[in-house]
Each structure stands twice: as C-alpha cells, then as structure tokens.
C-alpha cells in the first residue's frame, strides 16, 4: 500500500489475510472427505454430515473478508498515488496485473493437470477441454462462464479485476468524493442485482445463464468490497469511533454471518441468494478491522513476524490450495488404507496437513519472489 496504515491495523489485516486463506483449504478437504463418501449432492448426505459441510465445509465467509481487506489495500494505493499526484491509469493496471497473474497463471496450469487426471471440485469434467473457461480465465472473465475444472477458487480473483477497473472510475466519476462514490457504487449495484432477480424470478428467464450468474455474482458482492474502499477513505475516524465494546461485538456480528451462510447451505437455498447473504458479514467485518488497535499486535514481538508470513502465505495458499489438494487426494486415494478414506474427518485432517505442509514451505517464498520482480519492474516502469 502506497499510504500505510497503522502497524496493528497492518498486522491485522496481514494475519486475517492467513488464516482465511488457510480456512478456505480447510473447508475444501472436508467438503471433498465428505463428498467422496456421501457424494456431491447434499441431500445424500446424513444430517449430521450435511451440517458440517454448510459450516466448516463452506468458506464463504472467508472470502467476503477478502474483498473487504482488498478494498481497503486498493483504496489506499490509489489514494497514496492520487496525494502525490502520481496516478496513472497504465501504472495503475500493470499493478494489478502483475499481483494477480503470475500465481494465478501456475494455479491455472496445476488445474490443467488435474483436469488431465480426470480430477474435478464438484463434479467430473468432461471430456474436451474446456475452452470456453480457459479462454475466459486468460481474460480474467471467468466469473461470466464458470471457472476452469480444478480451478473453482479462481471466480473470486475474477470478481477483484472487474473491481479493481470499476472503483476507480466511479471514484474519478465523483471527483474523489468516496462516500459518494460508494453510495454511487452500492445503488449501482442494488439496481442492477434487483433487475435479475426480477428476470430470474418474476419472467422465469436466463435462470441458467452463466453470465447472468457471474453479473449477479460480481454485483452482489461488490458492497462488501465498497465498504473496505470506504473504510480506507475514512480509516484515522473509523480507529477512533470503534470503542472496545464494540469491537468484541464485531465477533458475534461476524459469528451469525457465518451462522445465516450455514443455514442457507444446509436448507440448500440456491447460490444466489448464499452471495446476497454476503451483505450480513459487512458490520462485523468493519468493526473488526477498525478495532485493531484493541490486539495490540505491534507490543508482541513474537507475532508480529507470524503475522507477516500469514501474509505473505495468503494468496498462494487461496490460488492453489484446491489444484494442490486434488493432486495429493489423487495419490491418497490410490495409496491410503480404507481405515483413512473411508473416514471423511481422518481423511480430511490427513490431506489438511499435507496440503497445509507442502504451501507453508513453498507458499511464502513463491509470494517473496514474485513480488520482489514486481517491484523491481514497477520501479523500472517508473523510471521510464
């Protein structure tokens, strides 16, 4: 971020980063232990199995604190350049490309792999390759056509580019007024998601659309990453409104977030109304993230340095955790003994932890690497 924030908000957002990430592998080899075992369709399974499958089998919640923490990241380099009166549009872009696309190019590359092993998230893929989904990954447009096999994950980093072009337009649009730029965006957004569901629901038209899907998606989500944006906007006012009580009260807010989201799995209400749901974790989220300085992060010597590796294991751990965890399931499957494969939670604990094992050695470093070319080449941009 070009304007830093305060060292406990950093280390929060860095350690939240983390263990989101790590929640969302988490929630994918238990979803997949369980599949294997009952199969993909939730009413085949038990009633015990299904709940646990709409709550620690579900990382919803985890990626709507993704965007939130995004749109505060975005916010701040965008409002950093803009003080110094350093913006460029071309600059701006080659940033965003070059965070997103290089891990995101070799998480496309392993789900090539899986899909070559017949290997699928959800289902079995079929027999051609998806070109459709290939192509549209390459764009970062995927979210309009459904994600390439073995690369489910990947809608999410689609949803951030289409962000990262419409903030700044309609913060530019309303001459860096960011509350109405956020008004602006969330109206937008409200418009336009009202629109489809009265198509879907009121004329019985496009219902299986992709790309209605993926525009519904993208706008039903972009709220929650507004409010990050917003937050950044306002973030020295926003530290100091948030008193300790409501801090604590951010964990209950974010805690029936999570509990709306698994009601609505377990009840299998359809997916667009588990993303509308995605609206219920902003009060928490931004009470928790406002209230960092109540951690006291920055006093603790030992976390400050786990915190910053949480953060720098995020994204590789979020954009290659499933194509990882298919190729280790592939093996495990083939090698294991039943007393493993035929337990979803031994075996969602055993693939877990090698999964876990295998991104915290290489994670980090494939992140430390990726962003020192980064910079390195914006710096030469710069220059230029």
Partial sequence: MSERLDPDSELLIDGLRGIAAVMVLFSHCLDLAIAEKFGWDYAQSPTGWRMLRATLGHGGFWVWAFFMISG?????????????????????GLARVTRIYPLFFLGLLLAIVTWLLHDDFGGSPGADLPWKQFLASLAGLHILTASFPGFETSWSLSCELIYYLAWPILWFGF?????????????GSLLGTTVILIVWKVFHRLETSSLVDGIWTTGVLFPVWICGAWMAAHWQQGRLAVSRHFWLVSFALCLCSELLLATLKFRQYPGWAIQLAGWSAIPGL?????????????????????????????????ILHLQLLLLINHGVDRIAPTS?????????????????????????????????????????????
């Fill in 72 to 92: 505060i990241c975005i916010h701040r380099s965008i409002l950093g350049q803009f003080r110094e009166g350093s913006f460029s549009w071309w600059r701006y």
């Fill in 175 to 187: 001459a860096g007024n960011t509350s109405r730029a956020a008004l602006g965006g969330i109206l």
């Fill in 286 to 318: 931004m009470f928790l993230l406002s209230g960092a300085r109540h951690l006291r992060l920055s006093s603790l010597p030992a976390v400050v340095p786990f915190c910053r590796w949480l953060g720098r294991l995020s994204y590789p751990c979020y």
């Fill in 340 to 384: 493993i494969t035929r337990r979803p939670l031994v075996h969602a604990g055993t693939e877990f932890v090698l999964v876990l094992v295998l991104l915290a050695a290489i994670g980090p470093r494939l992140e430390t690497s990726f962003m020192a070319w980064r910079r390195h080449l914006l710096m030469k941009v710069s220059a230029s």
